[in-house]
């Protein structure tokens, strides 16, 4: 049962699930865009490079959340200062992941699936090696998944990629169940989004332990 949801189930529910949302969230694609045209200048789509299925890299899609005067290919966790790009409307998208509803496109062309590991960044290389010691490159980066419901963005890349282990290990319908429904009391808690990338939280304390 498990094999026949890997191979053919998953897929085919996916599909449906982003089809539907982009229909139904169309209202809310239309008013974010407006919003991020009435507060700054440039597109309303952000494109990114990352890591995907076996490795090979795609064009990921977000709402745009930042200046357009930012540096260009630098990812937001190794800006010296990512506040200071962040906009007003960018600092909401982020807080509750709205700014992730365009990858709904990206689920339907098949580089992405609605649970799985999330997409590595292009220069992510150590969290792509570490993957590599779990299988967790040979699926389907995720919109969310198993690391994004037990820390996000302060978890340690050794950490996060165990986690996205176990969900391979783990994977099956009820499991994926399980990460969605958890994924969306997140979302409502807002836990684990730290502006400066992987780990940050932990760097943090340390800090305020040194200063101490």
């Known amino acids: 049962m498990h094999s026949f949801y890997r191979s053919y189930g998953k897929r085919a529910i996916d599909f449906v699930l982003s ?10 694609f239309l008013i ?11 597109p309303v789509f952000f494109r990114q490079k990352r890591v995907g299925l076996h490795k090979k890299n795609f064009s990921i899609m ?8 930012t540096p260009k290919d630098m990812p937001t966790h190794m800006l010296a200062n ?8 960018g600092r909401f ?19 992405m699936a609605v649970i799985g590991p999330r997409p590595a960044l292009w220069n ?5 090696a570490e993957r590599d010691k779990y299988g967790a ?58 502006e400066g990338g992987t780990g940050e939280l932990h760097r943090m304390e340390q800090d305020k332990a040194v200063r101490k």
């Not at 089809?19 to 809310?28: C, E, F, N, R």
């Not at 990512?82 to 409307?89: A, F, L, R, S």
């Open 62 to 69: 977000k709402f745009r959340t930042m200046r357009i005067d």
């Open 32 to 42: 974010i865009a407006v919003l991020i045209k009435l507060e700054s200048k440039g």
């Open 82 to 89: 990512p506040d200071q790009y962040i906009t007003k409307v």
């Open 124 to 128: 992510q290389d150590d969290l792509v």
């Open 137 to 194: 490159n040979d699926i389907l980066p995720g919109l969310t998944g198993w690391a994004q419901i037990n820390g996000r963005d302060e978890l340690e890349i050794p950490i996060k990629a165990k986690l996205d282990g176990e969900y391979v290990k783990k994977m099956s319908f009820m499991f994926d169940f399980k990460c969605f429904l958890s994924t969306i009391i997140s979302i409502f808690k807002r836990d684990g989004v730290v």
């Open 93 to 111: 998208l982020r807080k509750t992941s709205l700014d992730e509803l365009p990858q709904i496109f990206n689920i339907i062309k098949g580089e």
């Open 19 to 28: 089809g539907v949302g982009a229909i139904v969230l169309l209202p809310v």
